[in-house]
T-cell receptor, first 113, second 116 residues
Framework: GAVVSQHPSRVICKSGTSVKIECRSL??????MFWYRQFPKQSLMLMAT?????????EQGVEKDKFLINHASLTLSTLTVTSAHPEDSSFYIC?????????FGPGTRLTVL | GENVEQHPSTLSVQEGDSAVIKCTYS??????FPWYKQELGKRPQLIID?????GEKKDQRIAVTLNKTAKHFSLHITETQPEDSAVYFC???????????????FGKGTKLSVIP
């Protein structure tokens, strides 16, 4: 199946700093990538849909100025959590769409102190 | 929008027994139903899927059934093993090629524990 990588796998930062997470499709081109947030023992919550060459589409309640998404190429989408606060601590997972299927990255554990 | 309900939220079975997880969906336009397995701290991985033109699909110990009329689908795992312990998510996809829309909605997950 298609392989999606995500970097970093784990990040700890101070409150107020910004954190960038990268999502790459390794062996295919992904016009569409998705960003999810997952709290402990909960389901995947879609944050935004990232489309190559255009603006991301954000789900209701997700602040676009706080969670900046850039999909500059067919193999890379980035999520930047700006001015991170402790409540932003979570597991962030990206996925890439191939026809109907989604292939997930390994996730990034963000801890904001 | 689509609403996917998943039950049970937790499930414990003895090794060797079968496990069944059920999901219902609300939008009859949904036409693709994947199941994902997620181990603790890892990525969700697709384990099986079914399309709306099929009623049942099997892959070794895993099978999925779909009842379009009732709008529900189920995951069946037979001869469970400890390594089957994980969280399982169902999902329903509504895709409109003409409109270019794609909406994948996940259930809340089922934590399966297989007791040796």
């Amino acid at each position: 199946g298609a392989v999606v990588s995500q970097h970093p796998s784990r990040v700890i930062c101070k409150s107020g700093t910004s954190v960038k997470i990268e999502c790459r499709s390794l062996d295919f081109q992904a016009t569409t990538m998705f960003w999810y947030r997952q709290f402990p023992k909960q389901s995947l919550m879609l944050m935004a849909t990232s489309n190559e060459g255009s603006k991301a589409t954000y789900e209701q309640g997700v602040e676009k100025d706080k969670f900046l998404i850039n999909h500059a190429s067919l193999t890379l989408s980035t999520l930047t959590v700006t001015s991170a606060h402790p409540e932003d601590s979570s597991f962030y997972i990206c996925s890439a769409r191939v026809k109907d299927e989604q292939f997930f990255g390994p996730g990034t554990r963000l801890t904001v102190l | 929008g689509e609403n996917v309900e998943q039950h049970p939220s937790t499930l414990s079975v003895q090794e060797g027994d079968s496990a069944v997880i059920k999901c219902t969906y609300s939008d009859s336009a949904s036409n693709y139903f994947p199941w994902y397995k997620q181990e603790l701290g890892k990525r969700p991985q697709l384990i099986i899927d079914i399309r709306s033109n099929v009623g049942e699909k099997k892959d070794q110990r895993i099978a999925v059934t779909l009842n379009k009329t009732a709008k529900h689908f189920s995951l069946h795992i037979t001869e469970t093993q400890p390594e089957d312990s994980a969280v399982y998510f169902c999902a329903a996809l509504k895709r409109d090629s003409g409109a270019g829309s794609y909406q994948l909605t996940f259930g809340k997950g089922t934590k399966l524990s297989v007791i040796p």
